[in-house]
């Protein structure tokens, strides 16, 4: 029976990776392990001569970092709209409506 050396276990490492971002349920997740599989598939490919293998990983890398930086910067201004929000901003339900007469009858 054979073991596997050296690149074989980046191969394995790859692979398992490709599942990872199959199994992400969230799209960063899914952007963040396909892009850690495209590395560790470039560098078994490199190793083992697997041209087609390493073209489609050189390809796909730059894509799925492209697609990652899309989202961030869709979640980035999200992300200054909590930080910017304040809570006096908001009417505070819980204190009684106060007319123009200090809430003493009809207004």
């Known amino acids: 029976m054979m073991h596997p050396h ?3 276990w980046l191969g394995y ?4 990776l490709v599942f990872c971002s199959f199994y ?4 960063v997740a899914l952007r963040l392990a396909a892009i850690t599989s495209n590395v ?7 190793a083992k001569a697997l041209y087609p293998v390493l073209i ?3 390809v796909l890398l730059p894509l799925n970092c492209w697609r990652l930086a899309q989202l961030r910067a869709i979640d980035e201004p999200r992300e200054r709209e909590v930080e ?3 809570p006096e ?3 505070d339900l819980a204190s009684p409506i106060v007319g123009e007469n200090g809430g003493q009858g009809r207004d």
């Open 84 to 86: 910017t929000h304040r």
């Open 6 to 8: 050296g690149a074989d």
């Open 56 to 58: 489609l990983h050189t």
């Open 24 to 27: 992400a349920r969230s799209i």
């Open 13 to 16: 490492l790859a692979a398992v």
């Open 40 to 46: 560790a598939f470039i560098g078994y490919a490199a």
């Open 89 to 91: 901003d908001e009417p």
